[in-house]
């Protein structure tokens, strides 16, 4: 909603609020007089009186308000606020009362059988009552005043906790689609001038994934699916440079296939194992992608098992992969999303990444990959 509407929104409840509050304050003022003051006929003086009254304290408070809006009343801290009403409240009470003698005198003119205008006991006796509703009115227009800036203030906070989340992982992005681009050229490089055949083929791959990785750059989750299919075209992209010393298997629940997953993690885990596991071993490995739904289908479990032996990385280690992979889980799921990377307990020689998810509605996906694929 824009600033004018907003304003206006404000402006049509301050003046029904208006309205509906003196209407009932003069409509109160008649409620007594018929109730304690039985001898005191309901006539048409009274009546203009009663309403003359409204309109005169509506206007009093109306005028109390440019004034303290003038003077940023609103900004003051307590005690210097309360000093400036204690007067302001006195002189327009003062001054309605005046006012409203003049009117009472002037243009309605009431009998003499209704009393005549207040004397001075009975007209201090008006300006205290007209006193005290005003600091009513006060102490209501101040206390909605400051209940819309705390709830402003919570909306401003949130939005600057969207703003900083917006913008951390914007640059988490920005840092993940350069790390991959510089590891895949790099790839293509050393296949250049041994064989240029599968040079080309590999810069398709390439572009697939870089088409991927762009086009999902706004997006937070795509479905496992998806994902599963930038998995394959890297992994085949990885074999073509390996050869023999590279196979791989995809062991995929079909139940998770639509479960929503933040695009290049599994990825990323996939790279990670070939670059630190397998790569540097003349023998080369396999790697196990796996998916599982656990705890009654609430959790997404993704796993990478690869060949080799999990070191952890020294203090300085400067790569950004999974560090930037675990701070994009933190601020999408909080603490419910982990991952990790050790050494599989259940297998020697064997590198274990596992990352847990709360699942979220699913995500809707056409293609649907094979669930189990072995190369």
Request: proline residues 6%.
């Amino acid at each position: 909603m824009s600033d004018s509407a907003i304003s206006s929104r404000r402006q049509r409840w301050y003046w029904g609020l208006q309205l509906t509050g003196w209407v009932l304050y003069a409509s109160m003022g008649l409620l007594m007089i018929h109730l304690f003051a039985a001898k005191v006929a309901i006539t048409g003086h009274l009546l203009a009186i009663q309403a003359a009254m409204a309109v005169v304290l509506l206007l009093t408070s109306h005028a109390l308000r440019t004034w303290l809006q003038w003077r940023h009343w609103k900004q003051l801290p307590a005690l210097a606020l309360l000093w400036r009403l204690v007067l302001a409240n006195g002189v327009a009470a003062v001054l309605s009362q005046l006012v409203l003698g003049v009117i009472i005198a002037f243009l309605i003119r009431p009998p003499a059988s209704m009393g005549g205008l207040a004397g001075g006991p009975q007209l201090v006796g008006y300006i205290l009552q007209t006193y005290f509703v005003l600091w009513l009115w006060t102490a209501c227009y101040f206390g909605l005043h400051y209940l819309d800036r705390y709830k402003q203030a919570e909306v401003d906070k949130w939005k600057l906790h969207a703003a900083v989340r917006e913008a951390e992982m914007s640059t988490l992005k920005a840092q993940i689609n350069p790390h991959f681009l510089f590891n895949g050229l790099n790839n293509i490089r050393a296949l250049v001038m041994e064989d240029p055949a599968r040079a080309r083929a590999m810069m398709t791959h390439l572009s697939d994934l870089l088409r991927y990785s762009i086009q999902l750059n706004g997006t937070e989750q795509v479905p496992l699916a998806r994902e599963l299919e930038i998995v394959e075209h890297y992994l085949q992209l990885e074999a073509m440079q390996l050869e023999e010393r590279l196979s791989y298997t995809l062991d995929i629940d079909p139940a998770t296939l639509a479960v929503p997953v933040p695009p290049m993690t599994l990825q990323l885990l996939v790279e990670n194992a070939i670059k630190h596991g397998i790569a540097p071993r003349p023998e080369g490995g396999s790697i196990t992608v796996s998916a599982q739904l656990a705890a009654a289908g609430t959790q997404l479990h993704m796993l990478v098992r690869n060949t080799g032996c999990y070191h952890p990385p020294a203090p300085d280690h400067t790569g950004i992969g999974l560090r930037n992979a675990r701070e994009r889980l933190a601020l999408l799921f909080g603490p419910t999303a982990t991952l990790t990377l050790a050494n599989d307990p259940n297998a020697p020689s064997q590198v274990l990444a596992h990352v847990q998810l709360p699942v979220a509605a699913a995500l809707p996906f056409h293609s649907t990959p094979a669930a189990a694929v072995s190369v």
